[in-house]
């Protein structure tokens, strides 16, 4: 089944712990992106890959980081999460060069206390 | 930022009736999308309207794109209770960027 899968679904942690959530698709998909959704601010995009090894910032890149060092994965890592980076998080890829009629995973609802 | 803006945000009809949503954005774009989203879960894609076309359908959605007033809407006919959702309209920067509206929440009662 095409899909996009991430990792963890729910998790809840401290300020200043290191985390990594994992987004890996199985469609051979080009296109990559991170996106957070906040309440009253809709979705945000936070960084984006057009292919391996490109990566991009998008609206709200600050306190994340990615790598896209293989087709199908693209994690996002939080080096040092603050209570600000609470919120919902969807990771969604595209076969085309672009963020065009993208694949959604099912969101990662990260909690920093 | 290019930010999308949806109007209304709400909106709540009956069973049958159609649903009209509004998008407008602020820059020059390659195409403009719709996305839904069913209560805390992932979008799904909608329907992708590329900057020269002026009206695209798909089922029961109908599209319209008028880039002078730099504005969108997508029309939902006959609406059935499980089209309940929230829609979002998402406009690219002629790159790799994606900005989202701030979507609308609509509620079709049976």
């Known amino acids: 089944e095409a899909q996009v899968t991430q990792n963890p679904r729910y998790l809840i942690t401290v300020t200043g712990k290191k985390l990594t959530v994992t987004c890996s698709q199985n469609?051979?998909?080009?296109?990559m992106s991170w996106y957070r959704q906040d309440p009253g601010l809709g979705l945000r995009q936070i960084y984006y890959s057009m292919n391996v090894e490109v990566t991009d910032k998008g609206d709200v890149p600050e306190g994340y980081k990615v790598s896209r060092k293989e087709k199908r994965n693209f994690p996002l890592i939080l080096e040092s999460p603050s209570p600000n980076q609470t919120s919902l998080y969807f990771c969604a890829s595209s076969s085309a060069l672009g963020p065009y009629e993208q694949y959604f995973g099912p969101g990662t609802r990260l909690t920093v206390t | 930022s290019q930010q999308g803006e949806e109007d209304p945000q709400a909106l709540s009809i009956q069973e049958g009736e159609n649903a009209t949503m509004n998008c407008s954005y602020k820059t020059s774009i390659n195409n403009l999308q719709w996305y839904r989203q069913n209560s805390g879960r992932g979008l799904v894609h909608l329907i992708l309207i590329r900057s020269n076309e002026r009206e695209k359908h798909s089922g029961r959605l109908r599209v319209t794109l008028d880039t002078s007033k730099k504005s969108s809407s997508l029309l939902i006919t006959a609406s059935r209770a499980a089209d309940t959702a929230s829609y979002f309209c998402?406009?690219?920067?002629?790159?790799?960027?994606?900005?989202f509206g701030q979507g609308t929440e609509l509620s079709v009662k049976p």
């Open positions: 998402a406009t690219d920067d002629q790159g790799g960027k994606l900005i």
């Open positions: 469609m051979n998909h080009e296109y």
